[in-house]
């Protein structure tokens, strides 16, 4: 696609609920990154890919977080027993390769939590 | 650990008036690369500028420049000619040589007044 595409762009789950969140990278882009945005605040890194495995995951704050790229293209951020200090803006960015300095970012997903 | 800082909430400048935002960071790094990014209600994050550590020659892209202050670690962000299309939160961000993720700011969100 043109851009970095993110669905749902919104999404309402119940406390304890199963959420995924998908990214489509930009086309060829090998590198790909999660970042959790909190109202707020900056944008914090929650995970880099680099094609089908996680080169860095250290940001994932516990495990009821987890993400999968199986096919080196679109990713898949999964969240276990959502909490409602999960809800904020899940941020998605691609690059062309971790060399890259220039990172292209979707247009989030808001995950409010209930 | 990298830290970056934006010391300014807000800020808000007249349409076609001059406007700096301040950002330092922190970092035991030589080699990095220092960003500036934009991000409107849409919530996507646009890249605005970017500055090379190794580069003395501050970065210009059009209307905006930067003021990158290596020793003082100090890398300030120019709007000039403020357009009402300008208006959006600011992101400084840090990012090292040798890694992929994004070390973000808290933002500044810039008011353009007609």
């Known amino acids: 696609g043109a851009g970095v595409s993110q669905t749902p762009s919104n999404k309402v789950t119940e406390k304890g609920k199963y959420v995924e969140l998908r990214c489509d990278p930009i086309?060829?882009?090998?590198?790909l990154y999660w970042y959790r945005q909190s109202l707020g605040q900056g944008p914090e890194f929650l995970i880099y890919?680099?094609?089908?495995?996680?080169?860095?995951d250290s940001g994932l704050p516990n495990d009821r977080f987890f993400a999968v790229r199986p096919e080196g293209s679109v990713s898949t951020l999964k969240i276990q027993r959502t909490e409602r200090g999960d809800s904020a803006v899940y941020l998605c960015a691609s690059s062309i390769d971790s060399y890259n300095t220039e990172a292209f970012f979707g247009q989030g997903t808001r995950l409010t939590v209930v | 650990a990298q830290t970056v800082t934006q010391s300014q909430p807000e800020m808000s400048v007249q349409e076609a008036e001059t406007v700096t935002l301040s950002c330092t960071y922190d970092?035991?790094?030589?080699?990095?690369?220092l960003f500036w990014y934009k991000q409107p209600p849409s919530r996507q994050m646009i890249l605005v500028i970017r500055q090379e550590a190794y580069k003395q020659q501050n970065a210009t892209e059009n209307r905006f420049s930067v003021n990158f202050q290596k020793a003082a670690k100090s890398f300030s962000l120019k709007i000039s000619d403020s357009q009402l299309g300008d208006a959006a939160m600011y992101f400084c961000?840090?990012?090292?040589?040798?890694?992929?993720?994004?070390?973000f700011g808290e933002g500044t969100q810039l008011t353009v007044n007609p």
């Open positions: 970092t035991s790094e030589s080699d990095y690369y």
């Open positions: 890919f680099q094609g089908t495995g996680a080169a860095d």
């Open positions: 086309s060829g882009h090998t590198a």
């Open positions: 961000a840090y990012r090292r040589n040798s890694g992929s993720r994004l070390t």
